[in-house]
């Protein structure tokens, strides 16, 4: 069945994290997914070219943006949702469940009263299930949490793109113990995806390869049946919940959680600038009291 829609993929190599463009041919209509603003760590300093690049290929093919979609508020990387929406337009949107993750992180920031964790820092909250259309094509976003409380994956055309859910097959998985993350929540969101017909085109968000390849973004529900190295066919719950367990004990926290959290709960904007007209990000200290994760490693 011949495909109505278009996707290109951009790799930013600064966080191993892919971006994308889906547009319908017949309107030219388009959805941008997870946008990545660069941030230099040691001057503070904030860049578009990642999300630059995308926007030429938005441009070179006359698209008109209708979403930004975003699969989770990203631990690795900020959001150039705002910054992208800035420059064509279209609905920032994310899964209504960032409500909660909002509400976790606005205590461990302390962020400003003002700052309100209802979801109205995006235009719209996607509820698990909900139809939506990127130009004539309907699309679905479906309720994958697990990795965190708020993933979401978005079928359309014959593809899903799956955020951190699930890596290429000969990655695995995403790590479960960030703050509302959870193993076997993950295992069944996970199968939820691989419940999709086999033929059916899977676009990951991030890949970390082995040496003896390149980055690759693009697999099929039938491959990650066969030969994902923690979810093939054949792996119980309960080995799986105990493998990603001890597996995520080892991990480091990510080098930008705390930039990026506190800027992707706000959909890509800014923290409000201080009275000097300069934004501050807030970095907590000592803070294993109010959350583990981000206070011990």
Request: hydrophobic share 40%; aromatic share 8%.
């Amino acid at each position: 069945m011949a495909t109505r829609t278009t996707t290109q993929g951009f790799f930013d190599p600064g966080t191993w994290t892919v971006s994308y463009v889906v547009w319908d041919h017949a309107m030219q209509r388009a959805a941008v997914i997870d946008p990545v603003l660069d941030y230099d760590f040691k001057s503070g300093h904030t860049g578009t070219a990642s999300a630059d690049r995308l926007l030429a290929y938005v441009r070179d093919k006359g698209l008109q943006v209708d979403w930004i979609l975003e699969t989770h508020a990203h631990a690795d990387h900020l959001s150039g949702a705002r910054y992208v929406q800035g420059q064509v337009g279209g609905q920032i949107a994310i899964g209504e469940n960032i409500r909660a993750v909002q509400a976790t992180f606005k205590k461990l920031y302390n962020l400003e009263r003002s700052f309100l964790p209802d979801g109205t820092q995006f235009d719209h909250l996607f509820g698990d299930g909900e139809t939506f259309k990127i130009g004539e094509v309907e699309a679905t976003a479906l309720l994958v949490p697990g990795h965190t409380p708020a993933d979401m994956a978005y079928l359309v055309d014959g593809c899903v793109f799956v955020g951190d859910t699930l890596f290429m097959p000969d990655v695995g998985s995403a790590r479960a113990d960030f703050p509302g993350g959870d193993a076997r929540q993950l295992f069944a969101s996970m199968h939820r995806l691989l419940d999709l017909p086999p033929e059916t085109a899977m676009y990951v968000c991030h890949d970390y390869p082995p040496a003896s390849r390149s980055p690759r973004w693009q697999t099929t529900v039938a491959e990650q049946r066969a030969h994902n190295v923690h979810v093939h066919d054949g792996v119980s719950e309960d080995a799986f919940v105990a493998m990603r367990t001890a597996r995520d004990a080892t991990l480091d926290v990510p080098t930008l959680i705390l930039p990026s959290i506190q800027v992707n709960v706000r959909g890509g904007q800014l923290p409000p600038p201080d009275d000097n007209g300069v934004a501050y990000l807030r970095i907590p200290l000592n803070a294993l009291a109010v959350h583990p994760l981000v206070g011990s490693k």
